[in-house]
């Protein structure tokens, strides 16, 4: 049986990285991502357990080999655990039809106290969570939620479950980059890795990002008058850049979109919880799975929509901060894309 062909851009790029989103829903509001009130999906436009293993199977076919869950806040979904159960069995040997080398998730945090455990035995080794600040009122003036406690209890919960823990901090001038430091130091004495990410024009939202935005090329300046840092080749498999602190013994990732493109080494794409594929984070090229998901030929309408997925995929992003009141890049909110 001839193994279905891998999943090559236009550009040559091999893509072998899915973030799959299966929720919009999410019980924070963090101020750079969404609107207090935002309006979320009808339930019954969101796929269903079955359909998300199945469009997974469909990649993890074509070559995926990292799969990551994202939300909105994916432990909020009441058959989460299910899916990452079903999914795990993906993990190691190939069973004629593609392999998972990891599958892991990326979560506030907030209900990981509860479900650590379940997702070490389903095979996950590694979590990222976002966290923003250790300042509690800080903390409730970003997520718009006091849920500070919560996260740092399922932070602590993920390391006493054997997982292996990777903090995302978004830099927000005025807002947290005086702790930013602090924030390393505090991740790199718990032995979690950290990486710092710039804020992204995607969706509307109250406050005007350009305030808030803080090239990471400032950020670094400002912690090497402290710290000696030497560039790590290590790679996630993300778009890290990541960097050994001396003084801290830690590892620090930079996530810059705006100020340091990295789509040259893109290797992923992303699903979201309706089932529409998006190219590229920063792009308006997508593909409906739901609908050969939903056809009379699921498995060969799936092939044929990723192979379309592979043809527009765009060779880079266009994101920048450069005004103040400009509009988002895209109306669509990160939740809704997959964070």
Excluded at 100 to 118: I, K, P, V, Y
Excluded at 264 to 293: P, S
Excluded at 306 to 332: S, W, Y
């Amino acid at each position: 049986m001839t193994s279905p062909a891998p999943l090559i851009d236009a550009f040559a790029r091999r893509i072998t990285y899915l973030r799959l989103s299966v929720i919009d829903r999410c019980d924070l509001r963090c101020t750079y991502c969404m609107p207090e009130q935002q309006t979320f999906l009808p339930k019954a436009e969101v796929l269903s357990l079955e359909e998300l293993h199945r469009l997974a199977l469909g990649f993890i076919a074509r070559g995926v080999t990292k799969l990551r869950l994202t939300g909105g806040e994916p432990l909020v979904r009441r058959d989460m655990i299910e899916l990452v159960q079903a999914l795990g069995r993906k993990l190691g040997a190939d069973d004629g039809h593609g392999h998972l080398d990891e599958l892991t998730l990326t979560t506030n945090g907030t209900r990981l106290a509860q479900f650590a455990g379940d997702l070490r035995d389903a095979g996950v080794r590694r979590v990222n969570v976002s966290l923003d600040t250790l300042d509690r009122a800080t903390f409730a003036r970003i997520a718009r939620r006091d849920q500070l406690a919560s996260v740092l209890e399922g932070i602590a919960a993920a390391k006493d479950a054997g997982l292996k823990v990777k903090l995302n901090t978004v830099a927000l001038k005025g807002v947290n980059e005086d702790e930013i430091a602090d924030l390393i130091a505090w991740a790199h004495g718990q032995g979690h890795e950290i990486t710092l990410i710039e804020v992204m024009p995607l969706g509307e939202v109250e406050e005007d990002r350009y305030d808030h935005y803080l090239p990471l090329t400032q950020v670094r300046e400002r912690l090497e008058q402290r710290w000696t840092m030497q560039p790590d080749t290590h790679r996630s498999g993300g778009p890290a850049r990541y960097w050994q602190v001396a003084e801290t013994g830690g590892r620090l990732g930079l996530i810059t979109p705006l100020t340091s493109n990295f789509c040259d080494g893109c290797n992923r794409v992303r699903v979201t919880a309706t089932g529409q594929l998006f190219a590229c984070l920063g792009g308006r090229e997508q593909v409906d799975l739901r609908a050969a998901l939903r056809s009379e030929d699921p498995d060969g309408a799936l092939r044929a929509a990723l192979d379309t997925a592979m043809a527009i995929k765009p060779a880079r992003h266009h994101f920048q901060i450069d005004r103040p009141g400009a509009a988002p890049h895209l109306a669509r909110h990160m939740s809704m894309t997959g964070g």
